[in-house]
C-alpha cells in the first residue's frame, strides 16, 4: 500500500445507498484496490445498524482504516461503532470515506470527490486529518448518539422525512419536500437555546447546530462550519410571520447567506442545550431519527475525536 500510515482498508459498504447505486460501485472499488496491491476488506451491510456493529467488532489492528461506503446514514454508523468499541486505540480512530449515497453531504465540507476512483486515490494517497465530532444526548438516544455532521430540528428535518420517501435525485427530492413543508407551514416549538454564555427563546422554525456545512444536498446550515476547531456552528431561525417570507429564507440557505437576515441567528460553541417550553422537537442526526417530539436536547463537541483521510 502506498500510504506509509495506514495498514489495511476495512471498507463498510452499504450496498441500498443511493437507491442501489452503491452496489453497482463495489466491482470498482474491489479492482482499484487489488491493483493498488493494497491489505483490504469490504463487508457489505444487510440493514439498519449494521454498519455500526460490524465496526465495534472488527478485529482492527493498529493504524487500519475504516471507510463508510454509502451516504450520510452509513458515515454515522461507521463513526458510532469506532467511537463506542471496546477497545480504546492510543490515537484516535482513523475514518475515510467513499462518497457513493445519495446527499454525501457531510463528504462535501472535506472536499471528498463523488468520484469513486478519485475518492479511492484520497484514501491511498490522502492526508491525514484531525475530526470534530458531535454528541446529541435525548429523544430516543438518552446516553447518546455521536455525530459527523449536524443535528437538524423542525422545518428541515420534517424535509428530509419527506424526501427520503421520494423515488428522485436527492437535490430535487428536498427542493420538492420543503415546497410541501411551505405549504403544510406546521407550527413552531418554542425553544430555549442556550450555547457559550448567550440564551435566546423563541418559535423557531430552523435551528441547526453543525460540524460539517450542508444539509438536504443543497443547504448549507453552516456554511462556515470548520472540522477542526473544538466547536460546532449554530444557526436557528425565528418563525417568519408568512409563507412568502420563509421562502426568501430558505433560498438563503440553499446559498449559505441566511446569517444575519431578519430573525436568523449564528453561533459557535461547545456545548449546547435546547428546552421545547411549547410543542416539541422534531430532530435528526445525519439523517438518523432522534425525536419526533421531543423536550430537551444535549449536544457537545468532542475535538480531533478521529483522524480523517482528507485531501
Known amino acids: 500500500m502506498n500510504s506509509p500510515v495506514i495498514n489495511k482498508l476495512w471498507i463498510i459498504l452499504n450496498p441500498t445507498a443511493g437507491k442501489g447505486k452503491a ?23 444487510k440493514g439498519p445498524s ?9 478485529n482492527l489492528g493498529e493504524n487500519d482504516a475504516v471507510v463508510a461506503a454509502g451516504g450520510d446514514g452509513t458515515c454515522n454508523e461507521v463513526v458510532n ?7 480504546h ?3 484516535p480512530p482513523i475514518f475515510g470515506i467513499l462518497p457513493v449515497g445519495r446527499g454525501n453531504d457531510f463528504s462535501s465540507t472535506p472536499g471528498i470527490s463523488q468520484d469513486t476512483v478519485t475518492a479511492l486515490e484520497t484514501l491511498l494517497r490522502g492526508k491525514l486529518l484531525p475530526l470534530d465530532v458531535g454528541f446529541v444526548k435525548g429523544g430516543f438516544f438518552p446516553k447518546g448518539r455521536y455525530f459527523v455532521n449536524g443535528v437538524g430540528i423542525g422545518f428541515d428535518t420534517k424535509v428530509g422525512f419527506d424526501a427520503a420517501k421520494m423515488k428522485i ?9 420543503a415546497l410541501v413543508n411551505i405549504v403544510r407551514y406546521d407550527p413552531s416549538p418554542v425553544l430555549r437555546i442556550r450555547y457559550g454564555d448567550k440564551e435566546e427563546t423563541l418559535p423557531a422554525v430552523i435551528a441547526s447546530i453543525m460540524n460539517g456545512r450542508r444539509m438536504g444536498g443543497s443547504f448549507y446550515m453552516g456554511p462556515n462550519a470548520l472540522l477542526d ?19 426568501g429564507a430558505v433560498i438563503k440557505y440553499t446559498k449559505g447567506t441566511q446569517g444575519g437576515s431578519e430573525g436568523c441567528y449564528t453561533g459557535r460553541a461547545a456545548h449546547f442545550q435546547l428546552t421545547a417550553l411549547e410543542g416539541g422537537m422534531m430532530a435528526h442526526c445525519d439523517g438518523e431519527t432522534i425525536c419526533y417530539d421531543g423536550k430537551e436536547l444535549e449536544i457537545s463537541c468532542f475535538p480531533g475525536a478521529l483522524r480523517l483521510i482528507g485531501v
Open 23 to 45: 452496489a453497482g460501485e463495489y466491482p470498482k472499488i474491489e479492482y482499484f484496490l487489488k491493483k493498488e496491491g493494497c491489505d483490504f476488506e469490504i463487508l457489505l451491510t
Open 50 to 58: 449494521d454498519g455500526l456493529d460490524m465496526v465495534r467488532n472488527l
Open 81 to 87: 461503532g469506532l467511537l463506542t468499541r471496546s477497545q
Open 89 to 91: 486505540p492510543a490515537s
Open 169 to 177: 435525485k436527492s437535490g430535487l427530492a428536498y427542493a420538492v419536500g
Open 229 to 247: 476547531d473544538g466547536e460546532l456552528d449554530i444557526c436557528f431561525l425565528r418563525r417568519p410571520p408568512t409563507r412568502l417570507k420563509l421562502i
